[in-house]
């Protein structure tokens, strides 16, 4: 069976695996992205341009980084404790070809919400985006990343552990990460860490794309995120080849 062909079954099967998920999914997401955008400004009694453009390029951002860092965890724990990995290593598939099919069903699932966390950013605060061509590839690439360091986790990690790290997480990511508001407002020793980790680079591209005309779109957050991406992708490529 040719790579493609597995490549094309695989995505159909996982889709149809996930059918009861994929449609909540997307309006999970959506409204995710939706409570930044438009609750997160009733914190504040007025707000500048600036903070304007984090909290509508960051509602994208937390949609993307949230499902790929949490949800993908807790669905392919799931699928390690009924089976349906064990089942997957009996079919005569490259891992690499399932692992990219999954990650185009996940792809399907955050993309809707994007699209609306920013219609719902430039209608609420009036803006006029300018979104650079590269925004595409920077889509594509955060939730590459996001979803590859989601299946380490959930592939090197006892299972319990893993559901547990998705959760801490979710506040990591909300409150302590410079998705919405710029780094410099953390502390020195919190900024250090997030220079190396993959959430800040997540932002920056979102928010250079989105917003070009306001935010630069650097080299070293694309390699960075190359470099989570690659790393993760390999990693979770072998503890299931090693698996079967």
């Given at each position: 069976?040719?790579?493609?062909?597995?490549?094309?079954?695989?995505?159909?099967?996982?889709?149809?695996?996930?059918?009861?998920f994929?449609?909540?999914?997307?309006v999970?997401?959506?409204?995710?992205?939706?409570?930044?955008?438009?609750?997160?400004?009733?914190l504040?009694?007025?707000?500048d341009?600036?903070?304007?453009?984090?909290?509508?390029?960051?509602?994208?951002?937390?949609?993307?980084?949230?499902?790929?860092?949490?949800?993908?965890?807790?669905?392919?724990?799931q699928?390690?404790?009924?089976?349906?990995?064990?089942?997957?290593?009996?079919?005569?598939?490259?891992?690499?070809?399932?692992l990219?099919?999954?990650m185009?069903?996940?792809?399907?699932?955050?993309?809707?919400?994007?699209?609306?966390?920013?219609?719902?950013?430039?209608?609420?605060?009036?803006l006029?985006?300018?979104?650079?061509?590269?925004?595409?590839?920077?889509v594509?690439?955060?939730?590459?990343?996001?979803?590859?360091?989601?299946?380490?986790?959930?592939?090197?990690?006892?299972?319990?552990?893993?559901?547990?790290?998705?959760?801490?997480?979710?506040?990591?990511?909300?409150?302590?990460?410079p998705?919405?508001?710029?780094?410099s407002?953390?502390?020195?020793?919190?900024?250090?860490?997030?220079?190396?980790?993959?959430?800040?680079?997540?932002?920056?591209l979102?928010?250079?794309?989105?917003?070009?005309?306001?935010?630069?779109?650097?080299?070293?957050?694309?390699l960075?995120l190359?470099?989570?991406?690659?790393?993760t992708?390999?990693?979770?490529?072998?503890?299931?080849?090693?698996?079967?």
């Open positions: 069976m040719s790579a493609l062909r597995s490549y094309r079954l695989l995505v159909t099967w996982q889709a149809r695996r996930m059918k009861m994929l449609p909540l999914g997307i999970v997401q959506a409204l995710f992205a939706f409570g930044i955008v438009a609750g997160y400004p009733l504040f009694p007025s707000i341009r600036t903070t304007v453009l984090y909290l509508a390029t960051g509602g994208p951002a937390v949609s993307l980084i949230t499902m790929g860092l949490v949800a993908v965890p807790q669905m392919v724990t699928a390690r404790t009924e089976g349906t990995l064990d089942y997957m290593r009996t079919l005569p598939v490259p891992r690499v070809v399932y990219l099919a999954d185009t069903v996940w792809l399907a699932v955050v993309v809707p919400g994007v699209v609306f966390a920013v219609f719902v950013a430039a209608l609420r605060f009036g006029d985006l300018e979104i650079s061509p590269l925004v595409v590839p920077a594509l690439l955060v939730v590459l990343t996001a979803t590859s360091v989601g299946y380490a986790m959930a592939s090197l990690l006892p299972p319990l552990v893993a559901q547990m790290a998705s959760q801490i997480l979710v506040v990591f990511i909300l409150m302590f990460s998705l919405t508001f710029p780094a407002r953390l502390p020195g020793w919190l900024a250090a860490i997030h220079s190396v980790l993959p959430i800040q680079a997540m932002g920056e979102m928010r250079g794309t989105l917003a070009s005309n306001t935010f630069p779109i650097t080299a070293g957050a694309f960075l190359g470099a989570w991406c690659a790393g992708f390999a990693a979770t490529s072998v503890v299931l080849t090693r698996r079967a």
